[in-house]
């Protein structure tokens, strides 16, 4: 199991059992197979990076709140499926950024969580967030999809 998918644990799990009457608003769709998100790359001049399949393969997308804070308690938050992520990455592209390739990931609070896909196999998605996509001048947040899953359990409190 990958750190990743670790981290995706936990926080389902402290979510489960920390805050049961919240976590039963929660509705993950199942994870995608190997095959299932290759089918979504065929064709296109980029990849998915290791974290990103991992981050499918565990859950494709859910309505909900994924995070919670600390308190337990949630805001407005949509983890996007891997089908509407690169739509949505391929709208902004035609819009805002042509030639670069996106995935939208995550939408807390009216921010948008996104990674620029490489067109070479890489481990690691680098995390870029803001309200509005601003391309042109946005560097990540965090170097990794990890390092952002890191960062939001580290404010969850266990007993």
Request: net charge negative; with cysteine; glycine share 8%.
């Amino acid at each position: 199991m990958s750190r990743l998918t670790e981290l995706l644990n936990q926080i389902e799990h402290w979510a489960s059992e920390y805050n049961p009457e919240e976590y039963h608003k929660i509705d993950m769709a199942s994870g995608l197979t190997i095959e299932q998100i290759q089918a979504y790359l065929v064709g296109k001049p980029y990849q998915l990076p290791t974290e990103i399949v991992d981050l499918y393969q565990w859950h494709n997308g859910g309505n909900g709140s994924l995070f919670p804070y600390p308190d337990g308690l949630y805001n407005e938050q949509e983890f996007l499926s891997l089908g509407i992520g690169l739509g949505t990455g391929e709208d902004w592209e035609q819009e805002y950024c042509p030639g670069k390739h996106l995935l939208c990931l995550f939408a807390l609070e009216g921010n948008y969580y996104w990674t620029v896909l490489p067109e070479t196999p890489q481990e690691f998605a680098p995390i870029y967030s803001s309200d509005e996509p601003d391309f042109a001048t946005a560097t990540p947040g965090y170097p990794s999809l990890t390092a952002f899953l890191e960062k939001e359990i580290s404010q969850l409190k266990f007993a």
